[in-house]
């Protein structure tokens, strides 16, 4: 029971990250997806391409093999050199499937199983903290730069600024109920 409540609530939270990034691609022309504002920055473009490769490592076997694989190749990951939206969405789907395909593999049979990164042991708690930590790092950097790009055209993806007051009146008038913080985002659009 406590094992299927971690794993529901660890696949909505990726899923909530997932439609962060996307609400945010939606929002950006072509050009600002490539958008580097310097040579030590990261593009959007480049960022998905390294969470994608983080994840294809992470993911893949998951259960049995290391999650740095011999054939990642991460500093080839910060290189600006996807193509365009649809390479961009590729990758980035590409890294989602073999993240919410692993995760489908975690059950109460092997979730005492040890995870290794780098050689490095981890609880399959551990393993998924450690994700669950670094997408959103680096989801959080997208986002920030669609933000800036956008200025005052970009549609919030969280409260808009002056309403939190309205939010909250609307959250504090309804009944208290148990659901997770990503329900209401994942079925409306905005948390």
Not at 30 to 45: C, H, M, R, T, V
Not at 49 to 65: C, E, P, Q, V, Y
Not at 70 to 82: H, I
Not at 152 to 165: A, E, F, K, V, Y
Request: hydrophobic content about 35%; charged content about 25%.
């Amino acid at each position: 029971m406590l094992i299927n409540n971690y794993l529901e609530s660890v696949f909505k939270q990726f899923e909530y990250y997932k439609m962060l990034g996307e609400k945010t691609f939606v929002q950006l022309t072509d050009a600002q997806l490539f958008y580097q504002y310097n040579q030590e920055s990261n593009s959007i473009a480049t960022i998905v391409k390294h969470i994608s490769g983080n994840m294809l490592s992470r993911w893949t076997d998951f259960l049995t093999a290391d999650g740095e694989k011999e054939w990642r190749n991460r500093e080839a990951e910060f290189d600006n050199d996807v193509k365009d939206r649809a390479e961009l969405m590729l990758l980035w789907n590409k890294g989602w499937d073999c993240l919410f395909t692993a995760l489908n593999t975690i059950n109460e049979d092997n979730f005492e199983k040890i995870i290794y990164i780098r050689n490095q042991g981890h609880s399959i708690t551990e393993a998924v903290n450690r994700q669950l930590a670094h997408y959103p790092y680096h989801i959080g950097q997208l986002v920030f730069l669609g933000k800036m790009l956008k200025n005052d055209n970009w549609d919030s993806l969280s409260i808009p600024r002056g309403d939190s007051q309205k939010f909250n009146g609307e959250k504090f008038a309804r009944p208290k109920t148990k659901t997770h913080f990503t329900d209401e985002f994942l079925n409306k659009g905005k948390i």
